[in-house]
């Protein structure tokens, strides 16, 4: 079976677009739609149709663009039954443990409510490729805008079962700010120190620090970091429960 194949580019500020292609069925799906113009540009660049959107979640940057694509190409909308309300022009709704057929490709949706409270994710578990949204981030995660830290926590944990090697396709270039974050939370920790010096090299060379592994978050990411003495020391946590170390740490990157 031919690699699934992904193609990345800026949107608006600082969202990433993805098209997702099945060389073989011809199939193209993209995640979410943040530009229908930067969208449409990236199809014609490729010579690919548009057959789906996958949503994440509702916000304008990820689902602003669904009519006007689907007006355009007569794709089909998959997204959060949670969401039918009031993710614009969908007509597959799908929820925990489904599966979508991308041709011989397939993502199992994850739900990942916090951001939101409809959040999903999708993991293309052959390919080892999690398209994740405005849930986790390279050393970040997404605001708390509808759900409390421990529904985020269980979230990220499911997130956290995947293989180390997953590609982790978060939606915004957020990277090197969640860094500085970071690095006051675990000021020693060396992977952070380390991949901190990566993406100021990336990022000089106006390159894109996503897609991440979710090994390299496990190793740098404080919101995944609850356990770590380090981190628990700067909270002054040492003795708490790892969601109340997960909450503080989201307290204080709001404050940051
Ligand atoms: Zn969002
Ligand atoms: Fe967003």
């Not at 011809?26 to 548009?50: F, K, M, N, Y």
């Not at 602003?64 to 309300?85: F, M, P, S, V, W």
């Amino acid at each position: 079976m031919a690699a699934l194949q992904v193609h990345q580019f800026p949107c608006l500020g600082d969202n990433y677009g993805y098209l997702v292609h099945d060389p073989e069925a011809g199939l193209t799906a993209s995640i979410d739609s943040p530009d229908a113009e930067a969208i449409t540009r990236a199809l014609a660049e490729r010579d690919w149709q548009l057959d789906y959107i996958l949503n994440t979640h509702h916000h304008a940057d990820h689902a602003g663009g669904n009519l006007a694509l689907k007006a355009a190409t007569g794709c089909r909308i998959i997204g959060a039954r949670a969401d039918a309300d009031r993710i614009p022009g969908m007509d597959v709704l799908v929820g925990e443990g489904d599966s979508f057929a991308l041709g011989r490709h397939t993502a199992r949706i994850i739900e990942t409510p916090g951001h939101t409270r409809g959040h999903i994710c999708y993991l293309f578990e052959a390919d080892r490729a999690a398209f994740v949204g405005d849930t986790l981030f390279s050393m970040g995660c997404g605001r708390l805008f509808e759900g409390t830290p421990a529904q985020m926590w269980t979230s990220l944990q499911k997130l956290m079962q995947l293989p180390d090697n997953t590609r982790i396709y978060c939606a915004h270039e957020y990277t090197q700010s969640n860094g500085r974050f970071a690095l006051t939370m675990e000021p020693d920790n060396p992977a952070l120190q380390a991949r901190m010096r990566e993406v100021a090299a990336l990022r000089a060379a106006s390159q894109p620090t996503v897609p991440s592994t979710l090994g390299a978050e496990k190793a740098t990411n404080p919101f995944l970091r609850p356990a770590s003495t380090e981190l628990r020391a700067t909270l002054g946590l040492a003795a708490a429960t790892d969601t109340e170390v997960f909450a503080e740490t989201r307290r204080r990157k709001d404050q940051f």
